[in-house]
């Protein structure tokens, strides 16, 4: 399916093959992990590949990369190709050089085919695909669920990074982020994990994290606190955050432009802090980015632009997580946007973590989802 999708780009284009350079394209390729380290979005990978359609049908595909990659590339890769009758694959040390007909770094509009190859989720809702990202949010609130429940006063910031590392990898997770927000981090949008903080009871903190299955990328958070509880103000405010978020999400639809999609955050949030008197809750809006497109090649992938053009692609991906302004709190969510103007689907948090306590909150346009509440262990 992912092959064939390729070539119909392809063909567009005029081209009749494509030199693969990011670790993002290499996951989607192969489902493998290629870089030793956490990657950023568009990150070159160590392990290249150039995709061929032959003239006979089928496909060649070439993997790339240095003598010292070999070994484990001839181990791991043969087991992802070998089911796949079309497909004749190779090893090669060095990229060839380009020739007519290759898509490659150079070449115009590169990056746009890239795009328009590995954003896509193929097969929508009833894929395999689909299967596993619904999978991995399930099992990624579940390990930040089980490591809340881990926490003990005094633990570092660092210390609880290892432990989240170690849920997921009992689960079988990758991670590209992790984020902890310990007390003296309330107001740190984007917290390292840090030796210098500490847990302390009755302190809100921040887990998020970026995790990743195969090629897919999930991005989720939890507010959390050891003890005390959750005040009516906060309740307050984080309900309002909830719906905000969702009222927000709800504005990615197939075709819709990303200045417009900035413009009717900023709208919908105003209204939030009407509907909820919440005077100064509007501005949540704008505290933190507004987040955008997610996809193998990495989390947030494609930032929201106030001004962008660009608009939405039916079965892309985005990812928000806006902090309010009155709290500190945090909320965070992942959808698809569907064809035809629908409203987007958000991925299931809740099937896996039964600890945890989950609200239903609905947009005025008509995009659905539950969202975890504030968690006191």
């Not at 790339?64 to 992802?80: D, N, Q, T």
């Not at 210390?159 to 849920?167: D, E, F, K, Q, T």
Request: proline content about 6%.
């Amino acid at each position: 399916m992912k092959l064939d999708h390729l070539s119909g780009v392809l063909a567009a284009g005029k081209y009749n093959a494509i030199a693969l350079y990011s670790e993002g394209s290499l996951r989607w390729l192969t489902g493998l992990k290629q870089q030793l380290g956490d990657i950023a979005p568009f990150a070159v990978s160590p392990v290249n590949a150039l995709v061929l359609i032959k003239d006979s049908g089928g496909f060649k595909i070439t993997i790339i990369a240095k003598p010292f990659e070999m070994p484990r590339l001839r181990s791991e890769v043969p087991p992802v190709f070998d089911m796949v009758p079309d497909i004749e694959y190779g090893f090669l040390e060095q990229m060839p050089s380009p020739e007519s007909g290759t898509a490659h770094s150079t070449s115009d509009n590169y990056q746009q085919m890239v795009d328009q190859i590995i954003r896509p989720l193929l097969g929508g809702v009833d894929s395999n695909s689909y299967s596993k990202l619904s999978w991995l949010s399930g099992a990624t609130m579940k390990v930040l669920s089980e490591t809340a429940q881990e926490l003990e006063p005094g633990m570092n910031g660092l210390a609880i990074r290892g432990r989240m590392l170690c849920n997921l990898a009992r689960a079988g997770i990758d991670a590209n982020l992790v984020l902890i927000a310990l007390s003296g981090q309330e107001t740190h949008l984007h917290p390292i994990a840090s030796a210098q903080y500490q847990v302390e009871k009755g302190k809100w903190m921040k887990l998020v994290v970026g995790t990743r299955y195969a090629e897919h990328i999930v991005s989720q958070s939890l507010m959390v606190k050891l003890g005390g509880s959750v005040s009516d103000h906060e309740a307050e405010v984080y309900r309002a955050l909830q719906q905000a978020s969702v009222e927000y999400a709800d504005l990615y639809r197939e075709g819709t432009k990303e200045c417009d999609i900035y413009a009717g955050m900023i709208e919908r949030f105003r209204k939030v802090e009407h509907d909820f008197g919440l005077k100064g809750f509007a501005q949540s809006a704008v505290l933190h980015h507004p987040g955008g497109g997610t996809s193998p090649l990495g989390n947030r992938d494609r930032m929201i632009d106030p001004s962008g053009i660009r608009t939405c692609e039916a079965w892309t991906q985005f990812a928000i997580n806006p902090v309010d302004t009155l709290c500190g709190l945090k909320v965070e969510l992942q959808g698809i946007i569907q064809p035809s103007g629908a409203p987007p689907v958000i991925l299931d948090m809740h099937r896996m973590a039964p600890a945890l306590s989950f609200s239903k909150i609905k947009a005025e346009g008509g995009t659905t989802t539950v969202l975890p509440d504030l968690f006191i262990v």
